[in-house]
């Protein structure tokens, strides 16, 4: 039964819902959509009860590992509880039913909300002028970079490449990639920061932009970003920050004040928001003042008489990135968050972020699970760390793969794995600030148990998961020959 698809559900005429008697003159359809915009024949939708419909979908919730349900250290994601307070906010009528094309002056709570939330941010970042409109952390990389290049332009000249770290997330060197410029990849040093002797090498008059995230996603925070910093402003290049790593840094230091002149925040991760699957999220952007005359329209003005409005009047503005203001929603919950901690809250956040995981990193090393799983760099972290699982293939002949299917069992959710690519066999954990002592402690376990068990039959490891609803997947061939159309027949 539980593997019927919908269409498979129902019968024909079923309907979940009832349709209030229309109270206006029905209208022909043919005046409503011409015919030659219309299917021949209509769609075969499903027709279900309601019951029918909220069981489906709740046995489909039931079926994946979500955030409600268990512990998610997903690495570089920052998969935060999500209060519930935020979901009440966001969902007031005022808010969740407000019409994108809503004129402005019949919006003013709305467009309130957004500068409010644009002047934190600000603050938060150091940066003071920010727009919201990029729809995600690599959507705000995009906007980064296609506001440098803006502004160089602008000044007359125009770089080709933009170096990014060979710790970068995937997203930096595809953004690169995607607004047309070449990628170097600057090397990783001993410490685990930017190589600085290679960053001199590579940094020339053809470089537009360094991007990088501080703490890098290692989760180290580089020591030595001011003289990064210094290296990449004297050849006149713009300094980008990967903000998806705030959360270690929040109200403790700006990007801005480490010299970096555009940053991007990705909300559904620093700020917490339900993400995952596609989203929504947010990934807004600051910068500084010789970058704003490019930035995105149109922007939320306050008038002298304190009314609010959107502003198209920004001749030297890259325009739009997409329809409307962004994804609202987004905006109301990170301003419940930053309201409903305040500016102590929001560094105790990001502090507890790095106890966790420093706690977390002690603990594996106090019951001796860093021999099979050495700290890939460094001795303390940021938000997260990075362990490498080749000692365990070697001695146990156990993968990071089968180690994280097997946490699964376990009712965890697996780390990131193989990434950052630099280190072979990777696991990169980030418990975030809202998990418990006990969390974190019973996630110590079942890594000592896995291990314990592989020394007996590390089979067990590598046919897991055994008791989710579905087993090992070919997860390669998932990706590379995706079936995503069904035939539907009644
Ligand atoms: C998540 C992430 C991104 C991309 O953000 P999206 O919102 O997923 O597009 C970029 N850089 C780092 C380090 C990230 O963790």
């Not at 349709?19 to 299917?39: A, N």
């Not at 803006?150 to 997203?171: F, S």
């Not at 002149?261 to 910068?287: C, E, M, R, S, Y």
């Not at 600030?433 to 896995?450: G, H, N, P, Y």
């Amino acid at each position: 039964m539980s593997a019927r698809t919908i269409f498979e559900q129902g019968r024909k005429g079923r309907r979940a819902f009832v349709c209030p008697e229309l109270d206006v003159p029905d209208r022909p359809r043919e005046e409503l959509l011409p015919s030659k915009l219309r299917r021949r024949e209509p769609a075969v939708l499903p027709e279900v009860s309601e019951p029918e419909i909220v069981r489906h979908y709740v046995r489909l919730s039931k079926k994946n590992f979500d955030l409600d349900s268990g512990f998610y250290p997903l690495g570089s994601c920052t998969m935060k509880h999500n209060p519930r307070l935020h979901e009440r906010v966001a969902g007031l009528p005022g808010y969740a039913r407000l019409h994108p094309l809503q004129r402005p002056a019949a919006a003013q709570g709305a467009l309130e909300l957004m500068w409010r939330l644009e002047g934190a941010l600000g603050e938060i970042a150091g940066l003071p002028y920010v727009s919201l409109q990029p729809s995600a952390g690599s959507h705000g990389e995009l906007a980064g970079v296609l506001l440098t290049r803006a502004y160089h332009e602008a000044n007359g000249q125009r770089g080709t490449k933009v170096l990014t770290p060979d710790t970068a997330h995937g997203t930096n060197p595809a953004t690169v990639t995607m607004a047309g410029y070449e990628v170097v990849k600057i090397a990783t040093d001993e410490a685990g920061g930017v190589d600085i002797d290679d960053l001199r090498a590579k940094a020339d008059e053809d470089v537009a932009c360094l991007m990088l995230t501080n703490p890098n996603t290692l989760g180290l925070f580089d020591r030595n970003i001011e003289e990064i910093a210094a290296i990449v402003h004297g050849i006149g290049a713009i300094l980008y920050y990967d903000g998806a790593n705030l959360n270690a840094v929040m109200g403790r230091t700006r990007p801005g004040d480490m010299g970096f002149d555009i940053v991007h925040f990705n909300l559904h991760k620093t700020f917490t928001q339900p993400h995952g699957g596609g989203g929504p999220g947010a990934g807004p952007i600051a910068v500084s003042e010789r970058i704003e005359p490019f930035l995105m329209t149109p922007r939320v003005r306050r008038g002298e008489d304190g009314e609010f409005d959107l502003d198209y009047d920004k001749p030297a503005s890259i325009g739009r990135l997409r329809g409307f203001q962004g994804n609202f929603g987004t905006f109301v919950r990170t301003y419940a968050y930053i309201c409903s901690l305040g500016a102590e809250g929001l560094r105790e956040a990001s502090e507890v972020a790095v106890l966790n995981a420093n706690y977390l990193l002690a603990r594996l090393g106090e019951m001796g699970l860093l021999e099979r799983l050495p700290l890939a760099y460094g001795e303390l972290c940021g938000h997260e760390f990075v362990l490498s699982g080749a000692p365990m293939k070697r001695d146990l002949g156990i993968r990071t793969l089968d180690l994280a299917k097997r946490l699964l069992d376990f009712g965890i959710h697996p780390p990131t794995v193989y990434f950052p690519l630099l280190v072979d066999e990777a696991l990169l954990i980030e418990p975030t600030e809202t998990e418990t002592k006990e969390t974190l402690d019973e996630f110590v376990e079942a890594i000592a148990a896995i291990l314990a068990e592989a020394e007996e039959d590390p089979e067990i490891a590598r046919t897991a998961p055994h008791t989710t609803p579905v087993r090992r997947l070919d997860e390669a061939g998932a990706a590379r020959n995706p079936i995503i159309r069904q035939e539907v027949t009644r």
